[in-house]
């Protein structure tokens, strides 16, 4: 796992979240999905680094490339 990723089952539900904050992979990944740029995020969370926001996109690709997948064939 990525030193800068904590899963604790006490904080956030035990969701993902930026070691030493309650801000979860899933919000931050959310707002870069919706447009919101790197500087953005760093001033909306200031305890945030560049590392930080690069430490949750390769926690997604890790996760990505984890995940099996079935191919459904047309009916």
């Not at 740029?37 to 690709?61: F, M």
Request: proline residues 5%; hydrophobic residues 45%; aromatic residues 6%.
């Amino acid at each position: 796992m990525n030193e800068r990723i904590e899963i604790t089952p006490r904080v956030c539900g035990g969701q993902p979240v930026i070691k030493g904050t309650r801000i979860s992979v899933a919000a931050l990944l959310e707002q870069l999905a919706a447009g919101e740029s790197w500087d953005s995020l760093l001033h909306g969370y200031p305890e945030l680094t560049r590392a930080d926001i690069q430490a949750v996109l390769d926690y997604a690709r890790q996760a990505i490339l984890h995940t099996e997948f079935s191919v459904l064939e047309p009916v």
